[in-house]
């Protein structure tokens, strides 16, 4: 369904789908596999013909195919794509994926992934933050009728219920920046993660250098069965769809009939009802609301996939190549929503005005 014309805007947004398409991430594996063999060759582990060699490569140079097939029959994609650059180096083959494995190769793409996901999330949310702003200062000392427990409370200023969301936001996107410090680490350390088969500090220096090159950080001794950091980030990306589902719920309210404090910019076919010619539904809110709470409910799976056994739990691993990109991309979907939703926004006063009075006069 995310994959469908008819749908995927609906579900994400175009550049997220970029980051996490299966092209990017084929580009993402061969791009930490030319960087470790890069470093690598700067230390003099390798051939630096080999590793210029390998850098020559470009992943339209990949059968795609006979990956899907190595694919299903070792179960990792790796193993495929290593067979594919071995040949077509030749001599120089034995020195790709040097010393490395395949949770190796995946993980620290996985990283870079959510490195440029996270970016074009925060930069979504800056744009809804920079909306609030614009319907703060407009505001005045615009009065709308407070409300707790579904009933008439106070009159408050609107400002200040705008003010509340335009914080949260910014909570949310200081967290992501926060799990981000922790979680988008390079991961180089072999099959039992701990750069064995590296003599003396060898092992430490190639993998600083590819931390370095990449632009991530390194957890030491290793996270190959320590999944916090990955979580934590996956963990902010839900609190952050929770924050936008209550957002718009809360906007999707007050643009009910009965309230009608707030409602979306019309414009013909907008919002129509294939029965109802007189209804003009409001479906950012709407949207903005369903999309978020699915990101919520698929981030929140990500702390069952941190129970590794041992040294590396494939069974948990595996989970992450789903929740991983569907969180981001539903993420990406749910910020999209919300900036459309503030951005479409009209403040209708009078109605706030008229609630205002007929509550004085009840």
């Not at 390798?46 to 992943?59: Q, V």
């Not at 994926?97 to 992934?113: E, G, K, N, P, V």
């Not at 200062?137 to 400002?159: C, D, V, W, Y």
Request: aromatic share 4%; proline share 2%; net charge negative.
């Amino acid at each position: 369904m995310l994959e469908f014309s008819l749908y995927r805007d609906c579900f994400s947004s175009a550049g997220m789908r970029a980051i996490w398409s299966e092209q990017a991430t084929i580009e993402a594996w061969l791009k930490v596999e030319q960087v470790l063999a890069h470093s690598q060759a700067e230390l003099g582990l390798i051939p630096e013909a080999a590793a210029a060699a390998l850098a020559g490569i470009r992943a339209s140079d990949l059968d795609q195919a006979q990956l899907q097939d190595d694919m299903m029959l070792a179960g990792r994609p790796i193993v495929g794509l290593v067979r594919q650059l071995r040949a077509q180096l030749g001599d120089h083959g034995p020195h790709v994926h040097f010393r490395t494995t395949t949770q190796d190769i995946m993980d620290t793409a996985t990283a870079l992934q959510m490195k440029q996901g996270l970016a074009h999330v925060q930069e979504g949310v800056g744009r809804i933050i920079g909306a609030l702003d614009r319907h703060i200062s407009e505001s005045g000392g615009t009065l709308i009728m407070g409300r707790t427990n579904g009933q008439h409370a106070l009159p408050m200023q609107l400002s200040t219920k705008l003010q509340v969301w335009q914080a949260e936001l910014q909570r949310r996107s200081d967290s992501l920046s926060d799990a981000a410090g922790r979680g988008l680490n390079v991961q180089i350390g072999g099959p039992v993660g701990d750069l064995q088969a590296y003599g003396a500090d060898q092992g430490l220096k190639v993998k600083q250098r590819v931390a370095s090159s990449l632009g991530l950080h390194s957890a030491d001794p290793h996270w190959q069965n320590s999944r916090d950091g990955l979580a934590e980030i996956i963990s902010a990306l839900g609190a952050l769809c929770a924050c936008l589902c209550k957002i718009s719920h809360n906007v999707n309210l007050l643009s009910s009939s009965d309230i009608g404090e707030v409602r979306e910019c019309h414009s013909i076919g907008k919002g129509a009802s294939s029965s109802m010619g007189h209804k003009r539904n409001q479906r950012a809110s709407e949207f903005g609301e369903a999309v978020a709470r699915l990101g919520r409910q698929r981030a929140e799976q990500i702390g069952e996939l941190t129970l590794q056994q041992h040294e590396r739990s494939g069974g948990a691993w595996i989970g992450e190549w789903l929740v991983v990109p569907e969180t981001f991309l539903l993420t990406s979907g749910a910020v999209a929503w919300a900036e459309r939703m503030f951005g479409d926004m009209v403040v209708n006063r009078d109605a706030m005005a008229a609630t205002l009075s007929n509550a004085q006069h009840a």
